[in-house]
Every structure is written in C-alpha cells, then in structure tokens.
C-alpha cells in the first residue's frame, strides 16, 4: 500500500512538473513581448526625483558650456584652445542628446537647447558663469581668451563635479544603469579636463 502511495506521489509531482515547464511554451512570442514591454514601463515610472533634477539641472549646465566654448572661433583662440573647445562641444552636445532621451522616456520635461548652447530658460547650478563673468567672456580675444576660458572653464567644470558628488549622496539616486553610468562618467572627464587645463593655464603664465 505504501508503495502504491509512493507512485501515485511521484506521477502526480511528475505530473506538476511536466506542466510547469511546458507553461511558458503556451505563451505566444506576442504576448512574451507584451510582458517585457510592460516590465520596462513599469521601470521607467520608477524615477528618483534627484535623477531627474540632476539630468535637468546638468543639461543647463553643459548649455552654458558650449556657450563658452562657441565663442572660441571669434575671439580667434589659439589652436590648442580650439582643439579643447571642439572636443568640449562635442561630447557635451552628445551628453545633452542622452539626457533630454532620458528625461522623454519618463514623461519628464524636456528643457531645449539650440545648436549654440542657448535654454529659454536659464539655470542655476555650482560652476556656472553669472551673466557679467559671461559678457566678460564673449569680448575677450586672442591670448585674452585663451586664459580668461580656462579659467572659467575650470570654475565650470568643478561645479559639474559637485552635482555629481551630491547626486550620489542623495538616498536612492544613480540607482537607474544610465543614470549612475552618465554621472560616473562626467566625473571622470570633467576631472580629467580639469587637470589637462590647470597644466595649459601654468604654461601660459611661465615665462
């Protein structure tokens, strides 16, 4: 008796298990879709509002930069500055493009920025110029620009720095893979840049 208990035991878990895996092969390929779509919306929802305000409040902060960067062929800057302002545009410009992306997939506001850098409406974040320091900027030419840039630019990117450092002190920011990836790579450029103009702008002052 205990044995016929036995095998009718393990036909029926046998049985379960044999259901079990043939479940998800009724699952047609337009419903499995359907599901991952879902779980990606789902996610998308889940945004830590220090995300989003870092993503808006660095976009502002990088238009500014090519601001800075766009008056380089005027003011007739040295080819070792118009070297740096082109790849400063360039990654920027990108870095925006990902952000506004960022911000569009949530349903967020999406601040716009024209080709030369400028917003509708300006913000205020660590590093950035105020309007005097910016006017100063775009009248200065030749060597004048060369080091009043760097200068400034130093100041600008150290303020990027910050709102880094206090997005990945905030609880439950960067938790998102572009977002913790985006802000880790500013640092390490911005830094980098850093250094490379700190050595630029000693040059400039030895003799």
């Known amino acids: 008796m205990v044995g016929a208990l036995l095998l009718q035991a393990c036909a029926g878990t046998g049985g379960t298990q044999a259901q079990t ?4 092969s009724r699952m047609s390929n337009a419903e499995l879709e359907a599901l991952y779509r879902a779980r990606q919306d789902s996610a998308l929802m889940k945004v830590s509002e220090a995300d989003v305000h870092f993503m808006t409040g660095m976009i502002g902060h990088h238009a500014q930069a090519l601001v800075m960067a766009g008056y ?5 800057a040295s080819r070792q500055i118009g070297i740096l302002t082109a790849r400063i ?7 925006i493009a990902l952000m506004q992306g960022w911000l569009a997939d949530r349903n967020r506001p999406v ?12 913000m205020e974040m660590p590093g950035m110029l105020y309007a005097a320091q910016l006017e100063e900027l775009s009248r200065a030419t030749g060597p004048d620009y060369d080091q009043l840039f760097l200068v ?7 303020g990027a720095v ?9 609880d439950g920011a960067a938790q998102d893979d572009v977002a913790f990836k985006l802000a880790s790579d500013i640092q390490v450029d911005q830094i980098t840049e ?14």
Do not use: W
């Not at 380089?72 to 007739?76: H, S, V, Y």
């Not at 545009?89 to 870095?95: G, L, P, T």
């Not at 400034?152 to 150290?158: N, P, S």
């Open 21 to 24: 895996a043939d479940a998800p």
């Open 89 to 95: 545009i360039n990654a920027q410009k990108d870095e």
């Open 111 to 122: 601040p716009e920025v024209d080709a030369m850098g400028h917003m509708a409406h300006a």
């Open 162 to 170: 910050t709102m880094v450092h206090e997005l990945f002190a905030t």
């Open 194 to 207: 850093i250094a490379r103009m700190r050595r630029m702008l000693e040059a400039m002052s030895t003799p």
């Open 72 to 76: 380089a062929p005027e003011a007739e």
């Open 152 to 158: 400034y630019m130093i100041q600008h990117h150290e």
